[in-house]
């Protein structure tokens, strides 16, 4: 009897309990009563103070985009370095979940950049559209008969689906930005909030921190009112993507193995340690374009080759398990960071980055970073302007970014996610493009 009595008791805590906290989560997560659950207040109710609550509670997926589900890996070397340099050790680390753009930004995406800026500057400011064009004269080689890439591969339909080339990281960097502001000014007239504004100019016109701040109102729409952050409608903005995302985001272990894939070292961003196709029906076909040895940039007429002695349409190949394209040859690509010989070995092990002002020249390999250093001493020196003497002992400075990826005109070493190497962000390439990212706000899982 007493034994009844006590799971009686037992199972009426338990039901208790399981009522309390089915109550409790109701009462904090249910927004269709329209009223507060912690003050008792209605919602969006203009009798009741009109405190707006918006029904999106998700992000939405910005154009050109795929979510990358975060998670932790191995970053940094897969293989001996060809210079037998030692700049990029091993190391687990964590990145949030983002969104990365499917492709390589194309021609046809810079064109449509440089019309807006025709449109808006060109009358008052032309120096805005000369400051964004690529530089087509990186295609110029004193020694090769590339006069026609120098013309046309900008600007002719015939490429138009090719990456954007010569395009330095500040401009790449411009491009992220003014996406920005044209995907959140689209989806405002997609909801009704604005109309198209056809008498944009050089002195007005729509950019996202404009409209927030309240310095541009457009043309609204007839009892429409600005929208805020709050509502859920205007997007984080676009921009280049970290070393540390870039190079996961090729990876792609997601489609590794059923359990963790934390020590899967891959190679490539394909699973396999070969340059060619293992699936039967493409048998022996390059994964990647690249150059596979001196003279060789494309293989034998009617053989098995990678079908491009240039660059190749941003969709081509095969996309990874993240569905992203030619995240290994076609270009290089630009990423955020400034580079630094050890990136990242004392560095955070979640979401890693140099390049914010505080931490650019943190443990960068100077006397400064060094244990030798006598932190006593309160001489105001520049240990590393002295360390990276731009131009006469180094060539990396603060200027210098990290370009991620193999090209077209690179060896199979470069392709490699793992790989890094620099250029000056004022400098363009005819093997260097880039792609955009974004920050992924909520839940680390895009459903």
């Known amino acids: 009897m007493h034994r009844k009595l006590r799971l009686s008791a037992i199972l009426a805590i338990f039901c208790c309990g399981i009522m309390l906290v089915s109550c409790g989560s109701f009462g904090k997560n249910n927004n269709k009563a329209g009223k507060s659950s912690t003050t008792g207040w209605n919602y969006n109710d203009p009798n009741y103070g009109g405190f707006n609550v918006t029904k999106a509670t998700t992000q939405k997926t910005g154009p050109g985009l795929v979510p990358i589900e975060g998670g932790t890996f191995t970053m940094g070397a897969t293989q001996e370095n060809v210079y037998y340099e030692w700049d990029n050790t091993p190391r687990q680390v964590t990145v949030s979940s983002f969104y990365m753009d499917q492709t390589e930004v194309s021609n046809l995406d810079y064109l449509e950049y440089i019309f807006w800026l025709n449109r808006i500057y060109g009358s008052d400011y032309p120096e805005m559209i000369t400051k964004a064009l690529p530089d087509t004269m990186v295609w110029r080689n004193s020694m090769s008969y590339n006069e026609p890439m120098v013309e046309i591969y900008f600007r002719h339909p015939a490429y138009r689906d090719y990456p954007v080339v010569g395009v330095s990281w500040l401009q790449a960097n411009d491009y992220a930005l003014w996406r920005s502001d044209r995907v959140n000014e689209m989806l405002l007239i997609e909801a009704g909030v604005l109309k198209f504004d056809d008498g944009q100019n050089s002195e007005n016109f729509f950019t996202t921190d404009g409209y927030l701040a309240g310095t541009y109102t457009g043309v609204v729409a007839e009892g429409k009112k600005n929208v805020k952050m709050e509502d859920g409608i205007i997007l984080p903005k676009y921009r280049l993507p970290t070393e540390a995302?870039?190079?996961?985001?090729?990876?792609?272990?997601?489609?590794?193995?059923?359990?963790?894939?934390?020590?899967?070292?891959?190679?490539?961003?394909?699973?396999?340690?070969?340059?060619?196709?293992?699936?039967?029906?493409?048998?022996?076909?390059?994964?990647?374009?690249?150059?596979?040895?001196?003279?060789?940039?494309?293989?034998?007429?009617?053989?098995?080759?990678?079908?491009?002695?240039?660059?190749?349409?941003?969709?081509?190949?095969?996309?990874?398990?993240?569905?992203?394209?030619?995240?290994?040859?076609?270009?290089?690509?630009?990423?955020?960071?400034?580079?630094?010989?050890?990136?990242?070995?004392?560095?955070?092990?979640?979401?890693?980055?140099?390049?914010?002002?505080?931490?650019?020249?943190?443990?960068?390999?100077?006397?400064?970073?060094?244990?030798?250093?006598?932190?006593?001493?309160?001489?105001?020196?520049?240990?590393?302007?002295?360390?990276?003497?731009?131009?006469?002992?180094?060539?990396?400075?603060?200027?210098?970014?990290?370009?991620?990826?193999?090209?077209?005109?690179?060896?199979?070493?470069?392709?490699?996610?793992?790989?890094r190497r620099y250029m000056d962000e004022n400098e363009g390439s005819a093997t260097v493009g880039f792609r955009c990212a974004m920050n992924m706000i909520g839940a680390a899982v895009k459903k």
């Open 245 to 419: 995302e870039w190079e996961y985001a090729a990876l792609a272990l997601i489609g590794n193995s059923t359990g963790e894939s934390i020590k899967d070292r891959k190679v490539y961003p394909w699973n396999s340690d070969g340059l060619r196709s293992q699936d039967k029906n493409y048998m022996g076909s390059f994964m990647a374009n690249f150059k596979r040895g001196n003279g060789d940039y494309m293989g034998v007429a009617g053989s098995l080759n990678d079908g491009a002695a240039f660059p190749a349409p941003v969709i081509s190949y095969w996309p990874n398990d993240f569905g992203l394209y030619n995240m290994a040859g076609n270009v290089s690509e630009w990423v955020l960071d400034v580079y630094r010989p050890l990136s990242f070995e004392d560095f955070s092990d979640q979401n890693p980055y140099r390049g914010n002002a505080e931490n650019l020249n943190y443990r960068d390999g100077d006397y400064m970073s060094t244990i030798q250093n006598d932190w006593n001493n309160k001489e105001d020196i520049d240990y590393t302007s002295q360390m990276y003497d731009y131009g006469k002992t180094t060539l990396i400075s603060d200027h210098s970014r990290v370009i991620k990826g193999g090209s077209w005109a690179d060896g199979p070493y470069y392709l490699s996610p793992s790989v």
